[in-house]
């Protein structure tokens, strides 16, 4: 009665219904795979029609190709984990002073909740996401926005400490020439 109303609402359900497909389509993949049931089925073929056979047996896998998906998604993200804290060591934020002067500053000078730093982060994230995909990167989508997380927690914990760091020193230092 509502696909009659409105046509494109069969539309919608029908991406809504195709996404749960392909949902638990992964989700058995993985279950098979994880069951150790693929080892044991190219262990078989080796043994009975030798390497090539076995290779060509995992090689076309959607097995195969499901956990090459999850392994690069994996080492993309702990990459990025690690280049991003990198660069936030280095990195400069443009910004203005008091005067309306633009002025570059540390990153360590703005807290996780800070606008500037917020966006340096999302720019970062979004800047490595493209190159990723731009190089022809196969990411499983869920297994990289998982350990995406995990590196926005670490990146957010390290400028807290090093916020914190900066201004332990800022204070050292204006109390040093006061006195």
């Given at each position: 009665?509502?696909?009659?109303v ?55 896998s959607?097995f195969?190709?499901?956990?090459y998906s ?6 993309y ?5 690690s ?5 936030y060591?280095d990195?400069l ?5 008091r005067?309306g ?10 807290t ?9 982060r999302?720019s ?31 990146i ?9 760091e ?14």
């Amino acid at each position: 009665a509502l696909s009659a109303v409105n046509p494109i609402l069969d539309m919608y359900m029908d991406r809504s219904i195709e996404k749960e497909k392909e949902k638990g389509f992964k989700l058995a993949i993985d279950k098979v795979f994880n069951s150790g049931q693929v080892n044991k089925e190219a262990n078989d073929i080796r043994r009975k029609d030798g390497n090539d056979a076995a290779r060509q047996l995992v090689g076309g896998s959607i097995f195969a190709d499901r956990t090459y998906s999850k392994a690069v998604s994996s080492l993309y993200s702990s990459q990025l984990n690690s280049d991003m804290q990198q660069a936030y060591q280095d990195a400069l934020i443009d910004t203005f002073d008091r005067n309306g002067n633009s002025v570059q500053r540390s990153i360590k000078e703005f807290t996780p909740s800070d606008e500037e730093f917020i966006n340096w982060r999302e720019s970062y994230i979004q800047n490595y996401t493209d190159k990723i995909l731009n190089d022809g990167g196969d990411i499983d989508t869920a297994e990289f926005s998982s350990n995406l997380q995990s590196s926005i927690l670490n990146i957010n914990k390290l400028a807290r400490d090093e916020n914190s760091e900066y201004k332990v020193a800022r204070v050292k230092s204006l109390s040093t020439n006061y006195l």
